[in-house]
């Protein structure tokens, strides 16, 4: 029996398929440039499943207890449920895989950041597959519960030590007194710490959290962690050795010396000059860093479109699928999300999702207000077919054009979509400025600003993107003339 366990936890650690392999960003409000907090995360799995954009209302309780789609793990419906938003895949109607959203309460869950716990410690705990609570069902489960981001990691602790994890993750939490992100240990073993203020951290498929200090209010975790990692030989006490909750619970493989340390090395290295570690020596990163310069929600968006662009290691400049090095952005991407919260501003205005669809370096990021009710319809379309209607495919398939020619289309897809991007974030000062003055005296007005905002932003955003695919078509039209053109004399 435990020659099995054994092997079922070395299938899980080592050779598991990366399918849900994303890239995560979290910054404190000491370390941006305005103040605010940012949580940022590239969903990666497949080009063909669309994520719709889900507006779930507050409701007296739930109608149906919770029911992943993923497995057999079930929660009870929540009394008094609040108000939130998902980016949930198509085919489950909004009801799970929700993957990022802000509730009422304001707080902010990006969920989840896939990792892979070390072989040692899933003998001794493998993970619940069959019960055990997963990425499908995180945020639906949590988000309309919690008032504060630390009561999110407790709920979420709780679940995994009573229903287990049925898999490997990270999750992050926001709201505006900061950021909090867990990691799963094993089954049953989680700890989680609150990101230090003036730093940033980046996390590639790899459990990455370290140092634990059991009575700091700063850190939780599972009541056993330590002594599970002792009992099991995860961790032997040594004198002047400290406890290490990514030496007992995470690994590091061969396949992270290029799946995972060249993205992580890659944006510690670009916020943070004079940096001496090595590409390939990943145990060796640091784990919270200080920026250089205070960062923006365009630093955070340059990280998440990164594909080691200038470098011989751009697969896409290149034109090489058989690149080592696993860029940040892929064509895989289902969306990229930034959950921005300003704490000195209003809920409604103060907490932001920028989205960007399918693959972000080549899609735009649109924000999204926590005030927002009505869903712009275009966000809420599509499945793993194309259409002309819904958004994810509108942008999904401008960027499957572009990628027939990277070197020549992208630059004009990527210069449209900055231009936006500017331009969006000057009408974003005069909403809020607008919002602000009539907010308390006219509340309906000022949250039907915010619809108005939206709806505006996503139309205008399609028309470009539709330009855009009409300028691209124009010009594989000429090049294919000239290539078949078989003129006479």
Known sequence: MKKITL??????STLSVPSFACTTILVGNQATKDGSFIVARNEDYQANNTKQFIYHPAEAKQKADFKSNANDFTYPAAEHALEYTSLSDYD?????????????????????????????????????????????????????????????????????????????????????????????????????????????????????????????????????????????????????????????????????????YPRVWTLQHMYTQGLKTKIDQGQNFPVFLTPTHKLTINDVEQGLRNHYQGTSHDPYANNNPKEPYRPISVFRTQESHILQVRPSLPIAIGETEYMAYGMSALSVYIPYYQGMTQVPKALTLGNDKADDQSANWQFR????????????????????????????????????????????????????????????????????????????????????????????A
């Open 7 to 12: 092997l079922s936890a070395l299938i899980a």
């Open 92 to 260: 489950t109607k909004g009801t799970s895989m929700g993957e990022a959203g802000f509730n009422s309460a304001g707080v902010g869950i990006s969920a989840t950041e896939t990792i892979y716990n070390g072989s040692k410690a899933l003998a001794a705990d493998p993970y619940v597959t069959k019960t055990g609570i997963g990425e499908d069902a995180i945020e639906n489960v949590i988000l309309p519960r919690v008032h504060t981001a630390k009561e999110g990691v407790e709920l979420l602790g709780k679940i995994i030590e009573k229903q287990g994890a049925s898999e490997g993750f990270g999750v992050a939490f926001v709201d505006k007194t900061g950021i909090w992100y867990l990691e799963t240990g094993s089954g049953h073993q989680w700890m989680a710490q609150k990101l230090p203020a003036d730093k940033y951290f980046v996390s590639a498929n790899q459990g990455r959290l370290s140092t634990y200090k059991p009575h700091n209010p700063d850190y939780l975790a599972s009541p056993t962690l330590v002594s599970f990692a002792e009992n099991h030989a995860l961790y032997t006490p040594v004198t002047g050795e400290a406890f290490n909750f990514h030496k007992a619970y995470s690994q590091d493989t061969q396949n992270d010396v290029t799946y995972n």
């Open 397 to 488: 398939k401008l960027q499957t054009l572009a990628m027939t020619n990277w070197n020549e289309f992208a630059p004009i897809v990527q210069k449209a979509y900055q231009q936006f991007e500017q331009q969006t974030a000057v009408k974003q000062q005069a909403l809020e400025k607008q919002y602000l003055a009539i907010y308390k005296k006219e509340p309906k007005k000022a949250q039907a600003l915010i619809n108005q905002f939206e709806q505006k932003t996503v139309d205008d955003a399609l028309t470009l993107t539709h330009d855009l695919t009409n300028t691209l078509l124009t010009k594989m039209t000429h090049d294919t003339d000239m290539l078949y053109h078989f003129e006479g």
